[in-house]
């Protein structure tokens, strides 16, 4: 699934390209709510572009520039431009383009307002003035609401012990990374999943089952493995203890994801319900727990019936702990594909359906590209090393590596030496001295390792650490890949034809490059538009979190500006619409002066690798506009530095939607259940407002919607790489027509619209 939308109800109107139906004006400040761009085969009934045939407001009277199309009280001040003072103000909400813009104009008017006031204490304030502005600042510390409270003397009384697993309920994220509801592949209740699947794997890795039976409904689940089972002497310990189990023993588990001993005792610290029986040779040992303590234990009961030995585990994930979630199956079963191609001659199912890969590596890039690919899939299958590759005409690199069967998101030190070892392998094979930039161009690969002992950089194992493994891979992938390649000459020439052509591409680009560059010079030293950060991902364990905002225009800007944190928060705005560059050759976007500051801030002009940020977080406003700029911004990111999509840096900021307050309460609601549930609570002398822009809410209250710990990001997730074209070719394409079609098809009335 590609994200290219916002948040949605499934009251979610699809909007029309024709300018004509003024009855479907509410759908544009209906809220967006998960929105899935599906290709035109499989029609969505949603869609993130909503209709712009809002009425306009009353045209202001007085001149404006082109970079606000509004009077604001900051068109006032001093500096203001000889040239802004002569643009003429588009009539009636519509710009020199016939753009209509009367949303933006209304937003604009009360955002830059707030700015004004704030920017103003630079220009000099009274004291006055500055005293009010000092006060506001402090109220805004969270921690203000533990003032008074009376500092207990420190003597030995408040000394606290927590036990293992009241020590993971209290910091959970130490164990499991976030939490959230379900929506992010990456929240909790995967993790809980994982790990209790990892022990499975272990026992098929070291030759015991090759089943695994798995269960979810009503959010409980439910994994049964055929393995040798948990020794039923221990059945508790290991459980429940921290530091307890047999993957210390390299005598028993030689390759194991699960290195820790966290892991399961995790799923049973932060589940309302958590039991465990371990069959061995007609005998079982049954526990079960309640967030961690135990409720009842049956050791060594002789079986009435012969069972084959295992494990099996059930837990329901604690709503106390995690809030209302649910299972997204879609994520599962891309997890369950994983742990097939890892695992080739394993069998798991999911509530009956089976998860199967003869092939493995093979099977995975054959599922993700089908036949898009410039020649036949390669691979290599070695005792501890597997990987398979290919090239496609698509921009970019793809990799998804794995350690002992964990994926690791972030890579690590094994598929930086794939990535040298391949470089080697080809330039050894050709006898040349290709750039690797040349080589890599296109790529889309996957590499499994088995490491005897693991280190990751983290409980949850997205990135591997082990520097020793180094010149094992780079030797092995660079002398598999010259194997391949004399076992293949039809490949490899084609590949060498590959080669060249991004050779030959890289050199055209570089002039281009060059030019932008120049002229980017001749402009300003600084880049345009951005307000940066003060740490970045070069900085270390500083920049880790660090992150970018692309807004539309400086309304939103002004408001984030004065909102953020400017260790870690930087912002680029854009001047309005980007340009759609769907089907545009790549030297086209540096000749586009707007995209190419925005590589600049991104610090990608040359290469993703140099990526300055963590995170890079569309926040556009919840309406027609905003929606078509975040398809644009997506359109840009697929179609030229895709990785950063798969690799989940791309992610688009949720703001709420609306503001139900009485005198006393606020409440911020980021959906219309959300809305109408507060409404409710508050009673019928609440008030309601609706946010259409970011720029009209207060920078004092916008603060907490950018706070790396309380905001909303969704990240843009990819299914299958297979779908990217298609997908793009039918909403960002030249298919005008079957795309009014299909929007008209799915166009909603005004009674089926919640204004």
Known sequence: MIVMGGTTDSKKAVSSLKKTASKTSAAASKAPAKTALKPASKPAAKSAIKPASKPAE????????????????????????????????????IDENGTFRAWDNAKTKAAVKKTEEKTAVKRGTTAEQSAKNLAAAKAADPSL????????????????????????????????GRLGDGSNQNDGIYVLLKEIIDNSIDEFIVGFGNRIDIQIADNRVKVRDYGRGIPLGKVVECVSQINTGAKYNDDVFQFSVGMNG????????????????????????????????????????????????????????????????????????????????????????????????????????????????????????????????????????????????????DGGTHLQAFKEG?????????????????????????????????????????KLGNTDIRQWVVGEVQSGLDDWLHKNPKAADMLQKKIEANEKLRTELSAVKKEAKEAAKKVSIRIPKLDDCRFHVEDGPKGENSM????????????????????????????????????????????????????????????????????????????????????????????YFEELVTSGRVCILETPLFRVRTKKDNVYCYSEDERDKAQLKMGKNCETSRFKGLGEINP???????????????????????????????????????????????????????V
């Open 58 to 93: 009353k045209p202001a009277s007085k001149p404006e520039t082109k970079a606000s199309s509004v009077k604001t009280a900051a068109s006032k001040a001093p500096a203001k431009t000889a040239a802004s003072s002569k643009a003429k103000k588009p009539v009636a909400g």
């Open 145 to 176: 609401k533990n003032e008074g409270k009376k500092l207990a003397s420190y003597d030995d009384s408040q000394i606290k012990h927590l036990d293992a697993l009241e020590h993971i309920r209290l910091r959970s994220g130490m164990y499991i």
């Open 262 to 409: 966290v892991g399961t005792k995790a799923v049973n610290a932060l589940s309302s319900y958590f039991k465990v029986i371990a069959i061995r040779d007609g005998y079982a040992t049954e526990a079960v727990f309640e967030q961690g303590k135990l409720k009842s234990e049956k050791k060594n009961v002789k079986l009435a019936k012969p069972m084959k030995n295992g494990t099996y585990f059930e837990f329901v994930p604690d709503e106390t702990i995690f809030g209302k979630y649910s299972f997204n199956m879609e994520f599962v079963e891309k997890r369950l594909w994983n742990y097939a191609y890892l695992n080739a001659g394993l069998t798991i199912t999911l509530n009956g359906q089976p998860f199967t890969s003869q092939n493995g590596l093979l099977d995975l890039l054959q599922k993700e590209l089908e036949s898009d690919t410039i020649y036949p899939i390669g691979s290599y299958d070695g005792l501890h090393l597997k990987f398979a590759f290919t090239h496609t005409n698509s921009y970019g690199e793809n990799y998804f590596s794995f350690v002992n069967g964990q994926y690791t998101s």
């Open 422 to 462: 391949f470089i080697k392998g080809v330039n050894e094979f050709f006898q040349e001295n290709y750039k690797s930039e040349d080589i890599r161009e296109g790529i889309t690969a996957a590499v499994l390792v088995k490491v005897k002992d693991p280190v990751f950089e983290s409980q949850t194992k997205n």
């Open 548 to 639: 970018i905002f692309i807004t539309e225009g400086d309304s939103a800007a002004g408001v984030m500006t004065h909102s953020r944190d400017p260790n870690t928060q930087a912002i680029f705005r854009l001047r309005g619409k980007p340009e759609n560059m769907y089907g545009k050759k790549q030297t086209d976007i540096y000749k586009n002066d707007e995209l190419f500051q925005l590589m600049r801030a991104l610090g990608i002009e040359n290469s993703v690798e140099d990526l300055r940020y963590s995170k890079i977080v569309i926040a556009t406003d919840a309406d027609n506009d905003g929606f078509h700029i975040r398809n644009l911004l997506l359109t840009f990111f697929l179609g």
């Open 700 to 754: 004092s209250e916008f603060r907490q919607f950018i706070d790396p710990a309380t905001m909303r990001l969704t990240p843009i997730e990819v299914s299958q790489l297979k779908i990217i074209p298609q997908l793009l070719s039918f909403y960002m394409g030249k298919n005008t027509p079957e795309r009014r079609t299909f929007i008209e098809q799915h166009l909603l009335s005004n009674a089926e619209i919640d």
